[in-house]
């Protein structure tokens, strides 16, 4: 926004971290009409929907290198958010630097410790010492305010676009199929079919506390034919004995098959809640 421009709150997607962040990135690719607005953490970005401040939340769940983010399973079941919508972005990495300089002159690349060892050979090959930052588009933000020439940042494409850098190295991560899924929540619960590759259903559910109770649950899902693309397990309530599963399916609860799997899973758990009803991202594949 320029200085004076007030923010539109209904055309407005929050995100945690700095501008130029990998969040902020899948912000842009998947509604680049709206404006996006960085929160400092989780429970920030949740909560300026809560507010009204923001009409949605990007929020990533896991990567496909290093899986589950940490804490974000816990955050959603309170939240009173729905899931409305899915993204996954490519971590594509480059090292950016001050314009105006040449590669032989990086002697350190700083960022996240996550992007650091994602670019351990390219910054073997080059003799370039890694040095450890807050997160990535601060990485990028401190390289271009210090004005240190032989200090580059291994960020987004749109972090050096944001504060100025020269990339001078493009996708130089390890691995070629790196790729983190967020989901996407409002207000309000959207159950509407919509898209053309099909809805996933989202949920957590605390089993009863009877024999094989988990494994009669998921018998209903085998069952009626559905597909089940996610299960996870976490404590809650900093109790060993407390377990609380989320999961992904494919499907809308009013088909058929899916709504005589939730009614089974429904006589085994204590607590069930949806989460969200939303169009299946083609990515998936």
Same mark, same amino acid.
């Given at each position: *926004?320029t200085p004076?421009?007030?923010?539109?709150?209904?055309?407005?997607?929050?995100?945690? !971290?700095?501008?130029?962040?990998?969040?902020?990135?899948?912000c842009? @690719?998947?509604?680049?009409?709206?404006?996006?607005? #960085?929160?400092?953490?989780?429970?920030?970005a +949740?909560?300026?929907?809560?507010?009204?401040?923001?009409?949605?939340? *990007?929020?990533?769940?896991?990567?496909?290198?290093?899986?589950?983010?940490?804490?974000?399973?816990?955050?959603?079941?309170?939240?009173?958010?729905?899931? /409305? @919508?899915e993204?996954?972005?490519?971590?594509?990495?480059?090292?950016?630097?001050?314009?105006g300089t #040449?590669l032989?002159?990086?002697?350190?690349?700083?960022?996240h410790? *996550?992007?650091?060892?994602?670019?351990?050979?390219?910054?073997?090959?080059?003799?370039?010492?890694?040095?450890?930052?807050?997160?990535?588009? !601060?990485? $990028? =933000?401190?390289?271009?305010?210090?004005?240190?020439?032989?200090?580059?940042?291994? $960020?987004?494409?749109?972090?050096g676009? /944001?504060?100025?850098?020269?990339p001078?190295?493009n996708?130089?991560?390890?691995e070629?199929?790196?790729?983190? =899924?967020? +989901?996407v929540?409002?207000?309000?619960?959207?159950?509407t079919?919509?898209?053309? @590759?099909?809805? +996933?259903?989202?949920?957590?559910?605390?089993?009863r506390?009877?024999?094989?109770a988990?494994?009669?649950?998921?018998?209903?899902f085998?069952?009626?034919?559905?597909?089940?693309?996610k299960?996870?397990?976490?404590m809650?309530? !900093?109790?060993?004995?407390?377990?609380?599963?989320y999961?992904?399916?494919?499907?809308?609860?009013?088909?058929?098959?899916?709504?005589?799997?939730?009614?089974?899973l429904?006589?085994?758990?204590?607590?069930?809640?949806?989460?969200?009803?939303?169009?299946? @991202?083609?990515?998936?594949?």
């Open positions: *926004m004076g421009q007030t923010q539109d709150t209904t055309n407005t997607i929050a995100f945690q !971290g700095e501008l130029g962040a990998y969040s902020h990135q899948a842009r @690719d998947t509604y680049p009409e709206m404006q996006a607005m #960085p929160c400092r953490t989780f429970e920030d +949740i909560e300026a929907v809560r507010n009204g401040a923001a009409r949605l939340a *990007m929020l990533p769940v896991e990567n496909s290198t290093f899986g589950r983010v940490a804490d974000i399973h816990h955050l959603l079941p309170g939240s009173g958010l729905h899931i /409305i @919508d993204a996954f972005v490519r971590v594509h990495i480059s090292l950016l630097a001050l314009p #040449p032989t002159d990086i002697r350190q690349a700083m960022s410790t *996550m992007l650091l060892g994602q670019c351990r050979a390219f910054l073997e090959k080059h003799g370039i010492a890694r040095v450890t930052g807050a997160d990535t588009a !601060g990485s $990028a =933000r401190q390289v271009a305010e210090d004005g240190e020439r032989t200090t580059a940042a291994l $960020a987004s494409p749109l972090a676009e /944001i504060y100025g850098l020269q001078l190295a996708e130089i991560e390890d070629g199929n790196n790729t983190t =899924r967020f +989901i929540m409002a207000r309000e619960p959207d159950f079919r919509r898209g053309d @590759d099909g809805m +996933i259903t989202s949920f957590v559910f605390q089993v506390n009877i024999p094989a988990l494994y009669k649950a998921m018998g209903g085998a069952t009626n034919g559905v597909n089940m693309t299960l996870e397990s976490y809650v309530g !900093g109790s060993f004995s407390a377990t609380q599963f999961a992904d399916i494919d499907g809308h609860p009013d088909d058929p098959n899916v709504a005589l799997a939730l009614e089974e429904r006589y085994f758990t204590s607590q069930l809640k949806i989460l969200g009803v939303y169009p299946r @991202d083609p990515n998936r594949d």
